[in-house]
């Protein structure tokens, strides 16, 4: 009876490790980071380096997977990551925007919030520019110059912390945008074009002709190294203080073992040599943020993002 009981057992046992049961331990199949963007700019280049990392710690594939949304933004990359296994097989990697504006813009796979944070890593160089023989030197050549003629704005959504906060700056300043439009990607090609006069975007999208375009302003509370003549949106607007940060973030129901095991990879890959010298090279700032310190984060940018929607009237 009891050999009978322990062959019982043993098969039970095994059945459960075939099926990746509970006996499975994480990671047994490949990791997907999905960034809902293009490929390309810093939040993308440093999400490959902690997959890297990952399916070299491992042993397992890791990859980066690109959903960009079009006129939709990160969100519909965000609600592919919410409806995907709660297994921490998906990892996102967001900007302020999903958990700060995701639940309030009729989504009902964001609303509530279905992630938890893992960790930020990044904060942007975010930067409102013109192309470079626009007829104004810096914002208050553009609030002069907009009052009396049509400025066109690009930027990556109008639900977007920092499309808030740049039309915000504009009211600010006594001016408006004629028109504005949302593009996936807005480059040195965007302003080249003829498409729009003023975009706010990052920096890292436009290095390669910073020569030839006219930084107007920085959002964020930190002037950008690589900009440092160049004063931030605080500067001009203290009211309008918000920093545009990516992170990590798994569904709520994510199993802590896997939270552990891409925290401990991500957390040594952002404080590498090369992911500093990434920061060196493009003005952004690189660290790692733990998951309290982001809550805590959110919930101060939440109430920021309140007061700019009040100003815009919304």
Known sequence: MKTFAKTLGA???AALAAAGGALAEYPEKPVEFVVPWPPGDLEDVLTRMIAEDFQTKYGVAAAVVNKP???GGPFPGAVEVANAP????TVGSFIIAIPTV?????????NPDPFEPLGNFLTYPFVIAASGDAPYDDMAGLAAHAKENDVVLGHFGV???PTRVTLALAKEMGFSYASDAPFDALDCNTLASGDVDVINTTLQLILPCLDDVKVLASIGSERISLTPDTPTVAELAPNLNVSLWNGLFVHKDTPQEARDKIIAVAKETVMSERAQKLAEETGALVYWQDADAV???????IETLARIDEMLGR
Do not use: H, N, R, S
Request: aromatic share 4%; glycine share 20%; charged share 15%.
């Open 295 to 301: 809550k805590a984060q959110i919930e101060a940018d």
């Open 69 to 71: 949304g079009g006129g």
């Open 86 to 89: 709660a297994d921490g097989y």
């Open 11 to 13: 098969a039970a046992l």
């Open 102 to 110: 995701g639940p309030q813009i009729g989504i009902p796979d964001l």
């Open 159 to 161: 639900p977007l912390v």
